[in-house]
């Protein structure tokens, strides 16, 4: 009997599906349907936020055939797919980002417009998934894009914090948190798959016994079991059919955990439990380059990685293919150590539920990991108290002691005179209270090692991973950071985007190396011309706002000098603070100096614990309450501390900057991403030799990039000379003014304690080197001043910059992952388009 052609059970729809037509009509149909159907609004009452999802929802059905279609053809071809483990994802607003990339932006616009409404509005309306703290979150998002961008098979695993990051408010010039309620309006991006969710196994104890084939077995008995329920986002790439998938992990109690408690009588206590498992997905650590070692934190790193080795092992059970193949079907890349326990925990499954020989899963293992380090910072460094582990991981921990016992095995080895080694390589640290070191569990797992720019990797072979580089040289290599110009310039630059497409056509949004030819236009008048155009059309756009919200008004003329990023001690934020108290005691020495108008915008959140950080943006925002209102300054100089600054935020930021600070001392930004994304815009640097800052510079060309300050080995002479900041203070008389400036109370309302403590600091420690760099950092400054005068000058300067930025898209550096060490090549997915012939 045959199978009835389900064309013909079903009839066929004879107009354009409203569910995948892209052209404008079917996008009005679609757009009105889902107001009525999901939202439940008629367009009259309908608020900005209904209209908002209204156009998710059209957006998304047009993702999903795109979508399943791309999982059902990895399906098909079994394809080899990198999962990318990592604790954060920045994501940013979807809504636009899709748009671009289903190639409909100025369709949707003007089918809005049709129906009365405006689509940057609607944008607007979108609440970003704040899943990151900063450059280590918004990496993750970067090379997801690029991998849907470049048709490589890919799944990003994370933990769907139901908490994102905090939002900042600035009061009396303080920092202060609010909780990140993002999915309070409902999150259209994503599917739950609770079909897949899988249990957690925490605490409790092992036990030996002997199976029914007479082999020694392991047995955990956890303390509870907590489930995982996977949500899923597609992740569209540029023009291409590709939707990978990012898999998020929701805690929820186990059934079967509160079931007995339930039964007994205790109903508040079983409610109690589920609440504590529930909380392990509550919320995003908002540290930035911190480990706080929490046992909750911990508890966040064995869940999401158990749940994504378990996903990943479903995934090869349901393609048949057996698990001794494991690191052929997937590499597993760790971002930074937060995942760094599925070392430990693939071993596990491999053995324990598995039944696979120690020798089996370690070769299985370590042909499966590959590790990112994001940073040199001591205080970053991962470790855990060993009796911690041992409570929440009893059979993990077991585990880490076998690696170590026979990597140890392989050190003694190697280093048969130098029993040193053998503590200093050791996993676990027992110089005194004993910590598993996370850094050196996630070296003896992977086939290979990364650092994210080119001196961030050296500085690790010659410094914490030395060891690990001389037993294990052909692991290390470098991926120096990317970022993907669809989101930080197609999107958030139209109009550059437009006015580079009409010189060079649009091929440079895949291979940004083509930006290159747009140095034939360096000397075109016309293009000098609309460039400069651009830049200050959207100064203004940013003046317009910073009076609207902020109150104050700005000259979109003025030289606009951003730093935006976290606040860290290391980014050196009062670095740029000490220029400004600087320019402001000359024109008070001088009122009548000539000095190039400058807008001082600063952007980023403090860690909620970092005192000194929170004291900087205090200091910031009361040096602008003085200097913004001081007729003496006129309007030379205006300084602003902008809140609550996220992707969104910093869409419209990049954008508007003539100068980008990047500033941190030598040897502590591991690379860097912000860099990237001002020069692509046509800002120019301001900055030391660190992080990817060095390459940016090579470039673009040294001339058109402002240098200043130690190198990173200067640094480490320095301080092995024994560096005495206060001879700096004495000897340096516009430093000397601009601190005894701030000691005075002058910008706190006369509290000459308020400040103290971070310049007690400075003065006496001064672990950043502010002092050391301070007069070379005031003398770039003075010179970027000058340039600015120049127009001309500066244009070609900020055109190089755009034009000679191709490498630091991300799609190079996700082709470089694929071509070192992933070894995964692209699988276009083809879709039928509907056609009604073939009907
Ligand atoms: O230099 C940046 C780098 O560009 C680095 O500080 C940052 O990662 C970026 C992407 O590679 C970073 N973040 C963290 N470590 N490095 C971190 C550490 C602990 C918690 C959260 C983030």
Same mark, same amino acid.
């Given at each position: 009997?045959?199978?009835?052609?389900?064309?013909?059970?079903c009839?066929?729809?004879?107009?354009?599906?409203?569910?995948?037509?892209?052209?404008?009509?079917t996008?009005?149909?679609?757009f009105l349907?889902?107001?009525?159907?999901?939202?439940?609004?008629?367009?009259?009452?309908?608020?900005?936020?209904?209209?908002?999802?209204?156009?998710?929802?059209?957006?998304?059905?047009?993702?999903?055939?795109?979508?399943l279609?791309?999982?059902q053809?990895?399906?098909?071809?079994?394809?080899?797919?990198?999962?990318?483990?990592?604790?954060?994802?920045l994501?940013?607003?979807?809504?636009?980002?899709?748009?671009?990339n289903l190639?409909?932006?100025d369709?949707?616009?003007?089918?809005?417009e049709?129906?009365g409404?405006?689509?940057?509005?609607?944008?607007e309306?979108?609440?970003?998934?704040?899943?990151?703290?900063?450059?280590l979150g918004?990496?993750?998002?970067?090379?997801?894009?690029?991998?849907?961008?470049?048709?490589?098979?890919?799944i990003?695993?994370?933990?769907?914090?139901?908490?994102g990051?905090?939002?900042?408010? !600035?009061?009396?010039?303080w920092q202060?948190?609010?909780?990140?309620?993002?999915?309070?309006?409902?999150?259209?991006?994503?599917?739950?798959?609770?079909?897949?969710?899988?249990?957690?196994?925490?605490g409790?104890?092992?036990?030996q016994?002997t199976?029914?084939?007479?082999?020694?077995?392991?047995?955990?008995?956890?303390?509870?079991?907590?489930?995982?329920?996977?949500?899923?986002?597609?992740?569209?790439?540029?023009?291409?059919?590709?939707?990978? *998938?990012?898999?998020?992990?929701?805690?929820?109690?186990?059934?079967?955990?509160?079931?007995?408690?339930?039964?007994?009588?205790?109903?508040?206590?079983?409610?109690?439990e589920?609440?504590?498992s529930?909380?392990?997905?509550?919320v995003?650590?908002?540290?930035?380059?911190?480990?706080?070692?929490?046992e909750?934190?911990?508890?966040?790193?064995?869940?999401?990685?158990?749940?994504?080795?378990?996903?990943?092992?479903?995934?090869?059970e349901?393609?048949?293919?057996?698990?001794?193949?494991f690191?052929?079907?997937?590499?597993?890349?760790?971002?930074?150590?937060?995942?760094?326990?599925?070392v430990?925990e693939?071993?596990?499954?491999?053995?324990?539920?598995?039944?696979?020989?120690?020798?089996?899963?370690w070769?299985?293992?370590?042909? *499966?990991?590959?590790?990112?380090?994001? *940073?040199?910072?001591?205080?970053?460094?991962?470790?855990?108290?060993?009796?911690?582990?041992?409570k929440?991981?009893?059979?993990h921990?077991?585990?880490?002691?076998?690696?170590?016992?026979?990597?140890?095995?392989?050190?003694?080895i190697?280093?048969?005179?130098?029993?040193?080694?053998?503590?200093?390589m050791?996993?676990?640290?027992?110089?005194?209270e004993?910590?598993?070191?996370?850094?050196?569990?996630a070296?003896v797992?992977?086939?290979?090692?990364?650092g994210?720019?080119?001196?961030?990797?050296?500085?690790?072979?010659?410094?914490?991973?030395?060891?690990?580089?001389?037993?294990?040289?052909?692991?290390f290599?470098?991926k *120096?950071?990317?970022?993907?110009?669809?989101?930080?310039?197609?999107?958030?630059?139209?109009?550059?985007?437009r006015a580079?497409?009409?010189?060079?056509?649009?091929?440079?949004?895949?291979?940004?190396?083509?930006?290159?030819?747009?140095?034939?236009?360096?000397?075109?008048?016309?293009?000098?011309?609309?460039f400069?155009q651009?830049k200050?059309?959207?100064?203004?756009?940013?003046?317009t706002? !910073?009076?609207?919200?902020?109150?104050?008004a700005?000259?979109?003329?003025?030289l606009?000098?951003?730093?935006?990023?976290?606040?860290?001690?290391?980014?050196?934020?009062?670095?740029?603070?000490?220029?400004?108290v600087t320019l402001?005691?000359?024109?008070?020495?001088?009122p009548n100096?000539?000095?190039?108008?400058?807008?001082?915008?600063?952007?980023?959140?403090?860690?909620?614990?970092?005192?000194?950080?929170?004291?900087?943006?205090?200091?910031i925002?009361?040096?602008?309450?003085?200097?913004n209102?001081?007729?003496?300054v006129?309007?030379?100089?205006?300084?602003?501390?902008?809140?609550?600054?996220?992707?969104?935020?910093?869409?419209?930021?990049?954008?508007?900057?003539?100068?980008?600070?990047?500033?941190?001392?030598?040897?502590?930004?591991?690379?860097?991403?912000?860099?990237?994304?001002?020069?692509?815009?046509?800002?120019?640097?301001?900055?030391?030799?660190?992080?990817a800052?060095?390459?940016?510079?090579?470039?673009?060309?040294?001339?058109?990039?402002?240098?200043?300050?130690?190198?990173a080995?200067e640094?480490?002479?320095r301080?092995?000379?024994?560096?005495?900041?206060?001879?700096?203070?004495?000897?340096?008389?516009?430093?000397?003014?601009?601190?005894?400036?701030?000691?005075?109370?002058?910008?706190?309302?006369?509290?000459?304690?308020l400040?103290q403590?971070?310049?007690?600091?400075?003065?006496?420690?001064?672990?950043?080197?502010?002092?050391?760099?301070?007069?070379?950092?005031?003398?770039?400054?003075d010179?970027?001043?000058?340039?600015?005068q120049?127009?001309?000058?500066?244009?070609r300067?900020t055109?190089?910059?755009?034009?000679?930025?191709?490498?630091f898209?991300?799609?190079?550096? !996700?082709?470089?992952?694929?071509?070192?060490?992933?070894?995964?090549?692209?699988?276009?997915?083809e879709?039928?388009?509907?056609?009604?012939?073939?009907?």
């Open positions: 009997q045959t199978v009835p052609d389900p064309r013909l059970v009839p066929p729809v004879r107009v354009e599906d409203d569910r995948t037509g892209l052209n404008i009509e996008l009005k149909r679609a349907d889902n107001l009525f159907y999901i939202q439940g609004k008629f367009p009259d009452i309908a608020t900005q936020n209904d209209y908002y999802m209204a156009l998710a929802y059209t957006v998304r059905d047009r993702l999903l055939k795109r979508w279609k791309t999982a053809t990895y399906t098909e071809q079994g394809s080899r797919t990198v999962c990318y483990l990592s604790a954060e994802f994501l940013g607003p979807h809504l636009g980002k899709n748009l671009i190639g409909i932006y369709d949707v616009q003007q089918a809005m049709e129906l409404l405006d689509l940057e509005t609607l944008l309306q979108e609440e970003e998934p704040g899943l990151g703290n900063g450059g918004r990496l993750a998002a970067c090379y997801l894009d690029s991998m849907a961008t470049l048709e490589i098979p890919s990003g695993y994370g933990i769907r914090y139901e908490y990051i905090f939002e900042q408010d !600035i009061r009396d010039g202060i948190e609010r909780s990140d309620k993002w999915l309070r309006s409902g999150y259209p991006w994503e599917v739950p798959r609770p079909e897949w969710s899988v249990p957690v196994k925490i409790g104890h092992t036990e016994y199976d029914e084939r007479g082999r020694f077995r392991v047995r955990w008995v956890p303390h509870h079991v907590v489930m995982g329920v996977p949500h899923d986002t597609p992740l569209l790439g540029y023009q291409v059919n590709t939707a990978n *998938t990012l898999r998020l992990w929701r805690a929820e109690a186990a059934e079967s955990f509160d079931f007995d408690a339930f039964n007994s009588g205790d109903y508040v206590g079983a409610v109690h589920k609440m504590v529930e909380n392990i997905s509550k995003l650590y908002p540290n930035d380059n911190i480990s706080q070692g929490k909750l934190r911990l508890l966040q790193q064995i869940f999401f990685v158990s749940c994504s080795l378990q996903d990943m092992i479903r995934i090869m349901g393609q048949k293919i057996p698990l001794e193949k690191h052929e079907k997937f590499v597993v890349q760790m971002n930074d150590t937060h995942p760094a326990i599925a430990a693939l071993m596990r499954l491999l053995i324990d539920d598995h039944c696979m020989t120690w020798d089996q899963a070769g299985i293992t370590t042909r *499966t990991f590959a590790y990112t380090n994001h *940073t040199l910072l001591p205080e970053a460094l991962e470790r855990w108290p060993i009796a911690l582990f041992k929440l991981l009893p059979r921990l077991e585990l880490i002691y076998e690696i170590n016992q026979r990597f140890l095995d392989d050190v003694r190697r280093y048969p005179e130098q029993p040193q080694m053998l503590s200093q050791s996993i676990i640290d027992e110089s005194g004993r910590y598993v070191r996370m850094a050196h569990l070296c797992g992977s086939m290979a090692i990364n994210v720019a080119a001196l961030h990797t050296e500085l690790l072979k010659q410094g914490v991973l030395h060891d690990f580089y001389e037993m294990y040289p052909k692991k290599n470098n *120096t950071n990317g970022v993907t110009p669809r989101r930080f310039m197609v999107l958030s630059n139209p109009r550059l985007s580079i497409t009409e010189r060079i056509g649009p091929n440079w949004v895949k291979h940004l190396d083509e930006l290159k030819k747009l140095e034939s236009y360096v000397d075109d008048p016309n293009f000098r011309q609309e400069r651009i200050f059309d959207i100064k203004q756009e940013l003046a706002y !910073i009076q609207q919200n902020y109150g104050v700005i000259n979109p003329n003025s606009f000098d951003i730093q935006a990023k976290r606040i860290h001690e290391y980014k050196r934020q009062h670095l740029n603070a000490l220029y400004i402001y005691n000359r024109i008070k020495a001088n100096i000539e000095i190039t108008p400058r807008t001082f915008l600063f952007g980023g959140k403090a860690a909620p614990g970092y005192y000194t950080a929170k004291l900087i943006i205090k200091l925002n009361a040096i602008g309450d003085v200097v209102r001081d007729p003496d006129r309007d030379r100089l205006k300084v602003l501390f902008l809140k609550d600054y996220s992707v969104k935020f910093a869409q419209r930021i990049y954008p508007a900057a003539d100068l980008s600070e990047q500033i941190s001392t030598a040897g502590k930004e591991a690379s860097g991403t912000g860099n990237m994304k001002f020069a692509m815009n046509g800002a120019l640097t301001i900055g030391t030799l660190d992080g800052n060095i390459e940016i510079r090579e470039e673009v060309g040294e001339e058109n990039f402002f240098l200043f300050g130690m190198t080995d640094v480490y002479a301080k092995a000379q024994g560096y005495n900041p206060y001879d700096y203070y004495q000897s340096n008389s516009e430093l000397k003014l601009a601190i005894d400036r701030i000691a005075s109370g002058f910008f706190s309302h006369g509290d000459r304690k400040f403590p971070l310049l007690d600091t400075l003065m006496h420690r001064d672990d950043y080197m502010l002092f050391a760099d301070y007069q070379a950092y005031i003398d770039c400054q010179y970027v001043g000058q340039v600015f120049d127009v001309d000058r500066w244009t300067m055109i190089l910059n755009v034009a000679r930025m191709g490498k898209s991300s799609d190079r550096a !996700i082709r470089d992952y694929c071509e070192d060490f992933w070894k995964i090549s692209p699988v276009p997915i879709i039928e388009e509907y056609s009604p012939e073939a009907i």
